[in-house]
């Protein structure tokens, strides 16, 4: 008997798995939350050189307000530097009939006999040397207000990010490994338990030397947890249900996405919201009495007892007679037993092969990229950060809806392109529309941006659906596991990419459109999957079979249900992760 013959006669998606599907996508709420809170608790507020310690007294500035001074002592063309104080205070004493009307505007200085301007006199700018002042009107702190990652070491801001997505890539291999030797449920509390200490000991951090260790930690705890749930809320449904639990699942990591926005609206000191999306992690410790270690490890390692335990709790819970020798027969499936060996260079041993794994492999470093991109980006848009944030992470429930609704109808291949180009354009129009300093002009920007988001979201759930239907089946836990990691190395270049906004602010986006938009055209190469078998070797990928020809675009595939039994028979998924 067939895996997901068993999963049939036991019901594809009875009480039994519904309740504990459930519970993990739970967990996929938790795991957006530190995905992505690197864009509050590390978020740069506005700022300038702190004045409130230079001493004033005896000088024209003693009497001024705050704002006057700033007008007076701050350069409007950069926040990182200042005006010479004892150079300031000079002129102003030189022209004491013009200083005691004290009407400026910036740099000059004017009274009823006329104006004297700064413009005109040479004052050296000078860095900030009493530190910097942060606006407190949208973050309370954040590490960058409170570790100055700015200026010269605004740097840190960006490393910082990759170095949590490094973590991520770490994890998704480390994990990936041991929770085949150990089995998925173990994994699963260790990464919370990891997860759980990691993120304490970041909240608590007293410089950025303990909070990189503790962040890299977190993202590779993160991931490792999230993809170990993952794959056993995948494997735990019958095929027909395979699929859409994927996207369902995708869908909670929305909503944690959104719901993150709420809390960081609520508590903006980025200590206490660490503090605040970690200890949740204590309530996982609860699985440990209702989470089943996967079925398929279990036979798989020869542990036919717990497997048939397993079946017949899940049995007798959806109601559901099985055969005495159920567990005998799984043993006869030939997927349960050892395959021979194959390596990563049976991904790229022909021209085929190559052609089509290269393109997999860059769609999703692409995909993921963006992805991340536009959602780091959110604080840098016109207008609320947090309405801004949670908008950007509900557009990507319709987008899932839309896939599960239109795969089978339209196949794979043209969803995906027509969504990375609709996803690039949009990019590339919210950078380089310019706004004016319009209102309505800069809803249209984050409209467009928004537009953006929603269509690659849409692609990055088709290209993991048509990647693992694309690869032959003895190779798919080899090619799936290059094009996770080749998505965790696109989350480390989006935050370096971001920066370039330094160099123009347009250019970001403009970056993200066009890798967006090329990458598109290029999925046009790749086969079209729906209707069409899968693959069981390489040899088979070189005959032809599947429409790679691009003039193929506008021809309807066959009608066939959402069904990638197979997809999910990998022992070592390095499953898409966001």
Known sequence: MHFDDLMIVLGEFGRYQRVRFFLLCLFSIASAWHALNMVFIGAAPEFQCDLRSINFSGTPLEDLTPSERTALLIPPESACYQYNFEETASMLTT???????????????????????????????????????????????????????????????????????????????????????????????????????????????????VFLPMYFCQGAAHTGAFLVAYTLATEMVGPRYRVMAGFVSQSFYSIGFMTLAGIAFFIREWRYLEIAITVPIVLFGLYWWFLPESIRWLISRGREVEADRIIRTAAATNRVTLDADIVTSLKQDPSMKADRHYYFVDCVNTWQMARLSLNVWFNWLVNALVYYGLSLNTENLAGNPYLNFCVAGAVEIPAYAI????????????????????????????????????????????????????????????????????????????????????????????????????????????????????????????????????????????????????????????????????????????????
């Open 403 to 578: 896939c599960i609704l239109l795969l089978n109808k339209m196949g794979r291949r043209r969803p995906l392109v027509v969504s990375m180009l609709v996803g690039g354009i949009a990019c590339i129009l919210s950078g380089c529309i310019p706004t004016g300093g319009s209102p309505a002009m800069e809803t249209v920007t984050v409209v467009l941006a928004m537009v953006g988001k929603f269509g690659i979201t849409a692609s990055y759930g088709i290209i993991y659906l048509m990647a693992a239907e694309i690869f032959p089946t003895v190779i798919r836990n080899i090619g799936m596991g290059v094009a996770s990691m080749s998505a965790r190395i696109g989350g480390i270049l989006a935050p370096l990419i971001l920066d370039l906004q330094s160099v123009s602010k347009p250019l970001p986006l403009v970056i993200f459109g066009a890798l967006s938009i090329f990458a598109g055209v290029m999925a046009l190469l790749l086969p079209e999957t729906a209707g069409r078998p899968l693959a069981q070797l390489p040899e088979d990928m070189d005959h032809g079979s599947s429409c790679s020809d691009a003039f193929c675009f506008f021809k309807k595939p066959k009608r066939k249900d959402i069904d990638t039994a197979e997809m999910t028979n990998c022992s070592n998924p390095l499953m898409r992760s966001k």
């Open 95 to 209: 022209a004491s009939d013009a200083w005691s009307n004290r009407l400026y505007t910036n740099d000059t200085l004017a009274n009823s006999d006329g104006a004297v301007t700064f413009a005109n006199v040479s004052r050296g700018l000078v860095t900030c040397t009493n530190g910097y002042e942060y606006s407190r009107d949208v973050y309370s702190e954040t590490i960058t207000s409170e570790f100055d990652l700015v200026c010269e070491k605004s740097f840190w801001k960006s490393t910082s990010k990759s170095v949590f997505f490094s973590g991520r890539l770490c994890g998704a291999v480390v994990f990936g490994q041991l929770s085949d030797r150990f089995g998925r449920r173990p994994m699963f509390f260790i990464g919370c338990l990891m997860l759980l200490i990691a993120g304490t000991v970041a909240s608590l951090a007293p410089s950025m030397a």
